[in-house]
């Protein structure tokens, strides 16, 4: 990421390559049969603009990655009881609503599972920690479950193939959280 500061007319152009990068991916399904031609051609800027930016494409990918991740790690170090986790999935369930449109693009492509793997993977390593830290007790089998059911049933909703909102979805996963965990 080469622009440090980030002042309105860089945050601009940078969610105009975002959004461009994301309706290209649903289209070309793989991000290495992107050019940065179509890129800076569908975003209305220059190459020179696009290097002022980025590198090159991928970091775009990485970019968008690491700021869900963000999200939803956010102040993950003060989750201790029901009401923090609840207000944490709706915050998450929030941003969703927010950049939908994108994440819909985004989660059509054939690269989607490399991010969810990821995703999988630091999420049940965050709840194994809480869940050790807050029960006392070794509840791995049932972490992998709800991780993966939680990433795997957004994906569906991303992809529309399921008819649920995400409001549905985040109520759900803090009742199955509750169930699971008590």
Same mark, same amino acid.
């Given at each position: ?32 049969? *992107?050019? *940065? ?13 696009? &290097?002022?930016? &980025? ?8 970019? *968008? ?91 569906? &909703? ?13 109520? &759900? ?10």
């Amino acid at each position: 990421m080469k622009v440090k500061v980030l002042n309105a007319s860089s945050k601009k152009t940078r969610n105009e390559l975002r959004k461009a990068f994301a309706e290209l991916l649903e289209e070309k399904k793989i991000i290495k049969n *992107i050019t *940065i031609k179509e890129l800076v051609n569908k975003a209305g800027i220059t190459r020179a603009t696009f &290097y002022t930016h &980025y590198d090159n494409i991928y970091e775009i990918a990485e970019e *968008i990655q690491d700021d869900f991740i963000q999200v939803v790690f956010h102040n993950i170090d003060n989750l201790n009881s029901k009401e923090t986790l609840k207000t944490q999935i709706e915050r998450i369930a929030n941003h969703l609503k927010e950049n939908e449109e994108m994440y819909r693009m985004l989660l059509a492509s054939d690269e989607t599972l490399i991010f969810i793997n990821r995703l999988n993977r630091l999420m049940t390593k965050n709840l194994s920690e809480f869940i050790i830290k807050h029960k006392c007790e070794d509840r791995q089998l049932d972490i992998n479950f709800y991780v993966d059911g939680i990433t795997s049933i957004s994906l569906k &909703y991303f992809r529309n193939e399921l008819n649920t909102s995400i409001d549905e979805l985040s109520e &759900y996963a803090i009742d199955l959280y509750e169930r699971l965990f008590k």
